[in-house]
């Protein structure tokens, strides 16, 4: 254990060093991004020193996390929390990249920004995991999300790259303006906006009370919802990860999600508490409405885009249940459950790189029909995916796994969340209906006549593909060590709230 | 737990995870190159076989090796380096624990603990493997005798297509039996049960290009899954009852129930349940006959020597529980004995070589689980032991014979008979001097002629038999009201003929095999030979084991008698596992030296009986080949159709349950109920409910917008308004 002063600046910059690694990477490679012409070679180099950027981050965040840094009640937060979300992060970043690689060599797709781009939008997920305080989340939002609005538009020709990037900015644009109203609100009616100041002061019924204060913590949870899509806050996700190149699709699904889940949980546990019932009962509809939306409307899906972007809107709707259950426990149900989601959800856009023959246009389930008679490694591969998604056991690895610790968490709260509980099961049950049936298509109907096999997918994308499959089946049959270290991350950064005051006469 | 003062701490002990580890590379390894042919036509595909018209022509290697002769697999010089050598490497670490644990004479269990399996709850499975007395003797068995298969599997296999895969499934084989016999507590030793369950399945289906195969394969693995049940139920009872899963737990834990009550007996009777499923006692045992589709050393491997005997070794591991429940002892003592009868009967009249040493088996096996139900844990695992030797010995000599026939009859390019079918050999004995003279040396080993290995393990089954008759507390329980002594005395009594009749069909098989004149094809017979020294030298070995195997475990009376070396080593070796069950069921009653006498010349005069009666009453010469046999009437025919077990299930059992799935749970429930109304009916709705959410996905920014603003006062008014 190693307490740090973050008054000091010395100090202040040792709790900042993974972020400033990752910052100062982007900005430096963004200075070699434009010292020499567009070309494919160059576009290669940059993604490699921003993987390179990506795994410095992670030594970084090792190095922190193995001495043992904490830090008071500051603007940061300095804990193993942080560290885990982070990891995850940076995970998601670098298969990012790595895919990307094929991508833009397939789509022409030469502007070596586009990694620099990524690597900000991660310096801004990992300001996100950190921030103790509202100003900084707010930083942290905008910063991954300027980035995130342009990686889905980095395809200048592609018309519905444009039409993707500026639905997703003016409506990002709108849900910030929410957010930005509900934290000055939350200020005006605690004085502060330090998370854990905050905190203290809701345990004061004048100010938990207070119109002013759930106002803005309503405002600050659309803001949430919206960085997450959550339904109803969900409805430019289908059409944003649908436009957007699959790479960054896969970003926006998994990483965006990740830190922004970091930042909700923090804010739920250290600044709001179990003091408030409304509050309770608003992340309970959030959560029942997201399920069932995601799952119930992607059974009609026949773009395998969109067909995740919707489940990616359910796995949202899992997440929040355990962000319900307002434990520590759900925290590690959520850490465990970010990894395994990643890991599925990114693997398969990295399935829909390798299977894009360099167009532009919709990714329809027909041409994933008999891919198992073609290319069985990639129909083994997604079908391995949509199983972890699915939560089936073994086969599905992991992903079951990520599935019962949010049920445990969820049934383990102080108040269990019986319904919340059932209504996970029956949507995950709606799911197989799409899931399955994606499995379905590569395995058991006819590869069409004349339609060309995916051409053979190189080294970088295999690599994500097969290293994904691996982690996925490995912690299916193994999970007790990354169990351990997300429970032990969990508890090691929140104190055990206290039992809400009267809790069972919540859930509705 | 690991413990720090254990004897065998810092031994060659620590090491035991090597042992299953090395076969598993091999299976890796031997997998990956075997996928390198995966493409190529299956080994039996009629389709492939341009030769496969010709009739009267089954058995192992049928249409194999016609149409693949001289085209070994690609990779088969690796294949061959490789697939013993793990094996052989497991062994040499076994024999080195087992070194390390005579010279300590540990005699507690020295568990290995290497991470947590299932935490749910207070329900806490390790990954754990238990060295133990009784475990090193098994792994022993499996190792030693695994290696001299795999390396008579070389000359048997070579030619083979599948020969990587073979030795792959082979591999895996052994890695779940010994995760079968080192777990330390029962859902390890469920997935190794599964596991070889598995494999059997696998490899009796390894020509699976043959239906008849594929069809063995599944029979073996469903009758199974009955036995498996049992097993399963047996754990969740113990779980719910007595607490704990691991051996050294329940062991503490199960003397809480009440001695010889309904839980207890239950959580018996449903391992036991298990047992015979995996062991093939009765009724389950209808699959082994059948598994001999599989390649011959896998029949030795697999169905002889060491999976077969899973069962023995679990009731053996649960001395314990057996001991508390007296009832279910004498149930495995009935069910052993009636087994050994029955299957041994059939045995009579089998004519396909293999056919008779699979009824064998599942005779001898009766013999042993008579042994361990009887209290005799030590005598039950005695007969394990040297059966492993004698009919691993067996069967791979019988494996050489069809080696032989087939070579022949290809070679001589005859017309191509059963090469499986005794009543197509004769004569064997001028071809096939070797392999001749160490099958003799099982038939002796296991007709109990002395001083061969097999019989002072059935003579110390018959004799405890005899003894636990008599006084002991189990001859003072009752089963379903009959007295325990009773039971004992007349499975004694069954157990004495069917000594006799194991003497007659094996002298009867080796008759017609061996001696008279040559039966096959006038083509063919110049060119039968020995086998390869690959495949003899293995035999040589299996043969000197079933000669000397008894020395294991001579009994205290003869070597008063005779200077022939210590008393009951085996008997000592496993006192610290079984000791204490052994005396609760037994007592400490010993017989009279000249009971004892007459006992051993009572059973030395049946086996020699048998041997004479067969010898002067079976006459080869009056035998023809098997395509223009006479069908047989009366009591045979119904012994060679295996008292109609098959058809009467088929009738009864099976056809009337396809019968009711089709009409019933097929048409009625799943299509009607379950695929109509619930999932078409709830995938209609939820497609409905999904049409409308794409006609709201409107793709209009503004839309979207709107929602958001819906969502911001939904949310503001459950956070405000009371």
Redesign the interface.
């Known amino acids: 254990m190693m307490p740090l002063d973050l008054s000091i600046p010395a100090q202040l910059t040792t709790a900042y060093l993974p972020d400033l690694v990752v910052m100062g990477g982007g900005m430096l490679l963004l200075l070699w991004a434009v010292w020499r012409p567009e070309s494919e070679a160059h576009s290669r180099s940059v993604a490699w020193i921003a993987m390179g950027v990506c795994l410095a981050g992670i030594a970084a965040v090792l190095w922190s996390w193995n001495r043992g840094l904490t830090a008071g009640n500051g603007a940061i937060a300095v804990d193993a929390f942080r560290w885990v979300t982070d990891l995850v992060i940076l995970l998601g970043m670098l298969m990012t990249l790595a895919i990307s690689v094929d991508f833009n060599q397939r789509m022409r797709l030469l502007a070596p920004e586009m990694h620099v781009l990524v690597v900000l939008a991660g310096s801004g997920m990992m300001l996100l995991t950190a921030a103790r305080d509202l100003m900084v989340l707010f930083l942290g939002v905008e910063l991954m999300s300027v980035s995130v609005y342009v990686l889905a538009g980095i395809d200048r020709r592609s018309s519905r790259g444009a039409e993707s990037s500026?639905?997703y900015f003016?409506?990002g644009a709108?849900?910030s303006a929410?957010l930005l109203y509900g934290i000055a609100l939350v200020y005006g009616a605690t004085g502060s906006t330090n998370l854990v100041t905050i905190g203290e002061a809701m345990s004061t019924p004048a100010v938990s009370g207070s119109?002013m204060m759930?106002?803005g913590?309503?405002?600050l949870?659309?803001g949430f919802?919206?960085k997450v899509a959550a339904?109803?806050?969900h409805?430019?996700t289908?059409?944003v990860y649908d436009g957007a190149p699959a790479p960054y699709s896969g970003l926006m699904a998994c990483a965006v999600k990740t830190a922004s889940f970091a930042a909700l949980v923090r804010v739920c546990l250290e600044a709001v508490g179990t003091g408030s019932e409304?509050?309770h009962?608003?992340l309970w509809?959030?959560a029942a409405a997201t399920m069932v939306?995601g799952n119930?409307?992607?059974?009609?899906q026949r773009n395998v885009k969109r067909m995740l972007s919707y489940s990616s809107i359910g796995h949202a709707g899992f997440l929040l249940v355990a962000v319900t259950a307002q434990t520590t426990e759900g925290a590690a149900a959520i850490a465990f459950y970010l990894v395994a989601y990643t890991l599925a959800t990114l693997g398969a856009f990295a399935v829909v790189v390798a299977m894009n023959g360099g167009s532009d246009g919709v990714t329809h389930v027909d041409e994933y029909a008999g891919l198992w008679t073609v290319r069985p490694g990639l129909a083994m591969a997604m079908a391995v995916y949509m199983l972890a998604l699915l939560g089936f056991p073994l086969v599905g690895g992991m992903g079951f796994f990520a599935k019962w610790y949010v049920l445990q968490a969820a049934l383990h709260a102080s108040a269990p969340q019986t319904r919340l509980a059932i209504i996970l099961v029956l949507t995950t049950v709606?799911s197989a209906?799409f899931y399955l049936y994606l499995v379905m298509v590569m395995f058991m109907r006819p590869r069409p006549e004349g339609l060309a096999p995916p051409p053979p997918a190189t080294g970088l994308t295999r690599l994500v593909i097969a290293t994904s499959v691996v982690l996925i089946l490995a912690f299916g049959l193994?999970p007790?060590p990354a169990v351990k270290v997300a429970q032990r991350s969990a508890a090691a950064s929140f104190a055990p709230a206290a039992p809400r005051p009267t809790a069972s006469a919540v859930a509705p | 737990m690991m413990d720090a003062a254990h004897p065998l701490a810092g031994t060659a002990a620590e090491l035991v995870w090597l042992v299953p580890l090395l076969p598993f590379l091999g299976f890796v390894v031997n997998g990956l190159l075997s996928l390198s042919s995966a493409y190529l036509p299956g080994p039996l595909d009629p389709s492939s076989d341009p030769t496969a018209g010709h009739s009267g022509h089954t058995g192992e290697f049928a249409s194999v090796q016609m149409t693949h002769h001289g085209h070994r697999h690609r990779w088969e010089p690796l294949v061959t380096i490789l697939g013993p050598a793990v094996v052989i490497a497991s062994f040499l670490v076994s024999a080195a624990i087992a070194w390390a644990m005579l010279r300590t004479g540990a005699d507690t269990p020295f568990v290995q603990t290497y991470g947590t399996w299932m935490p749910a709850g207070n329900l806490k499975v390790e990954w754990a493997f238990q060295v133990d007395r009784l475990s090193m003797v098994m792994v022993l068995i499996i190792t030693g005798i695994g290696s001299l298969i795999h390396l008579f599997s070389v000359g048997y296999m070579r030619e083979d297509p599948g020969y990587p895969r073979f030795f792959a499934y082979l591999n895996l084989f052994v890695v779940f039996m010994l995760a079968l016999v080192l777990g330390a507590n029962y859902p390890v030793i469920f997935v190794g049960w599964e596991g070889v369950g598995l494999c059997s399945y696998l490899l009796i289906g390894f020509w699976f290009s043959d239906q008849a195969n594929a069809d063995a394969g599944k029979k073996a693995f469903i009758v199974n899954r009955v036995g498996d049940f049992g097993f399963l139920i047996a754990m969740f009872l113990m779980w719910s009852n007595v607490g704990a899963l691991d051996f050294a737990g329940v062991a503490a834990k199960a003397s809480q129930l009440p001695a010889g009550g309904a839980m207890i007996t239950a959580i018996c009777l449903f391992l036991f349940l298990g047992c015979a499923g995996k062991s093939a006692q009765m009724p389950l045992y209808i699959w082994l006959p059948d598994a001999m589709a599989g390649p011959t050393p896998v029949s030795a491997l697999i169905h002889a020597a060491t999976m077969v005997t899973a069962g023995v070794y679990l009731i053996a591991r649960s001395s314990f529980l057996f001991a508390l429940a007296p009832a279910a002892s004498l149930t495995v003592v009935i069910v052993g004995g009636i087994t050994a009868f029955f299957a041994a009967t059939i045995g009579l009249k089998q004519w396909d070589i293999k056919k008779v040493l699979a009824y064998s088996t599942v005779s001898q096996l009766g013999y042993m689980f008579v042994g361990v139900g009887a209290g005799a844990f030590t005598a039950g695992v005695f007969h394990l032991v040297t059966h492993a030797f004698f009919k691993a010995l067996l069967f791979l000599g019988a494996g050489s014979v069809i080696h032989a026939m087939h070579e022949a009859y290809h070679e001589g390019h005859a017309h191509h008979d059963d090469a499986q079918d005794m009543r197509n050999m004769g004569g064997l004995r001028k071809a096939m001097p070797f392999t001749w003279a160490f099958m003799w040396i099982a038939t002796l080993a296991i007709a109990g002629i002395p001083p061969f290995s097999g019989f002072f393990s059935k003579d110390e089954i018959l004799g405890t038999l005899f003894a636990r008759a008599h006084d002991s507390p189990l001859a003072s329980a009752t089963w379903l009201g009959i007295p325990g002594s009773t039971i004992l005395t007349a499975i004694y009594g069954l157990g004495l003929v069917t000594a006799l009749l194991t003497a007659i069909y094996m002298t009867r098989m080796m008759i017609y095999t061996f001696h008279g004149e040559n039966r096959s094809d006038a083509k063919a017979t110049p060119h039968l030979r020995e086998a390869p020294w690959i495949m003899t030298g293995p035999l040589a070995v299996l043969a000197v084991l079933s000669l000397s195997g008894g020395w294991l475990n001579i009994p205290a009376l003869v070597a008063e008698r005779f200077p022939v070396g210590t008393a009951e080593l085996l008997h000592h070796w496993l006192e610290p596992v079984v000791g204490q069950a052994t005396a609760a069921l037994g007592g400490e009653g010993h017989l009279p030296a000249s009971t004892e006498e007459a006992l051993i010349l009572v059973a030395v005069g049946v086996a020699i009986a048998g041997i004479a009666g067969a010898v002067l009453f079976l006459k080869p010469a009056r035998l023809t080949r098997a395509a223009a046999a006479p069908p047989e009437r009366g009591v045979a025919w119904v012994l060679a159709n295996k008292y109609f077990v098959d058809e009467f299930l088929n009738k009864g059992l099976i056809q009337p349950v396809v019968r009711v799935s089709r009409a019933v749970l097929w048409r009625g429930i799943d299509v009607g109920l379950i695929d109509g109304l619930m999932v078409n009916g709830s995938a209609t709705f939820a497609r409905g409910v999904a049409w409308v959410g794409s006609r709201v996905q409107s793709g209009l920014v503004g839309n979207y917008a709107w929602a958001i603003v819906l969502g911001v006062l939904v949310l503001v008014g459950m956070m405000t308004i009371r």
């Open positions: 500026l639905k003016l409506l709108f849900s929410f119109p759930m106002v913590l309503a405002l949870l659309v919802a919206f339904a109803p806050f409805m430019w289908p059409d409304r509050w009962l608003a509809w959030l939306v119930l409307f992607a059974i009609q709606v209906g193994y007790s």
